[in-house]
């Protein structure tokens, strides 16, 4: 049983939720984000409170009342402050370029690698990282995802981009006889 759905989501001071036709719309200083929930959970709004309950005693219908209340409050907190991700580009001559809507890696590869930005995130490259920033969680998460699957950290000299925070366990290399 999903125990984060069953308190009620309080709304922020300038933020406004609304849910109708399927789709759940979160209004708030920072822009607006949408999406859509199928049936199954019933959700009410009043009171600057959000109840999510749900409309049948199923499996599925458990399931989907945790992950709508949980991507509700994502939403909220992502229009209130932006989410962010940074990333730590490690090697000789590795590099990213922010250029028009595209990010350009050089990462070891015989070519530049070249990335559409999505809509909606925002990207910040210094000399030895990068900052992915938006106010949706998931174009943040998977935008950053998509970056460091370009050039994987190696176990044996670190080369590569990972995550800031991340922690790469390092091997022991050849050892001369």
């Known amino acids: 049983m999903a125990r984060n759905a069953k308190k009620p989501i309080i709304l922020p001071p300038k933020t406004e939720a609304s849910f109708s036709g399927g789709v759940m719309a979160v209004k ?4 607006e984000l949408r999406m859509p929930f199928k049936e199954g959970v019933k ?8 109840l ?12 989907l009342w945790g992950s709508y209340a949980a991507h509700t409050r994502n939403m909220i907190a992502g229009v209130n402050k932006p989410y962010e991700k940074k ?7 590795y590099k990213a370029d922010v250029k028009g809507n595209e990010l350009v890696l050089s990462v070891g ?8 930005i999505p809509a909606g995130v925002k990207v910040v490259s210094d000399k030895n990282g990068i900052a992915v ?16 699957a370009t050039k994987k950290p190696e176990p044996y000299l670190g080369k590569g981009i990972r995550y800031a925070d991340e922690i790469i366990r390092r091997k022991q290399g050849k050892k001369a006889a």
């Open 109 to 116: 590869f015989s070519h530049q690698v070249n990335l559409p």
């Open 133 to 148: 920033s938006g106010i949706d969680k998931e174009k943040v998460g998977q935008f950053a995802a998509v970056i460091r």
């Open 52 to 63: 999510f309950e749900p409309a049948a005693d199923t499996i599925r219908v458990r399931e």
């Open 28 to 31: 708030g200083p920072l822009g």
């Open 43 to 50: 959700i009410t709004i009043a009171d600057g409170k959000i």
């Open 87 to 93: 990333l730590a580009i490690e090697g000789i001559g």
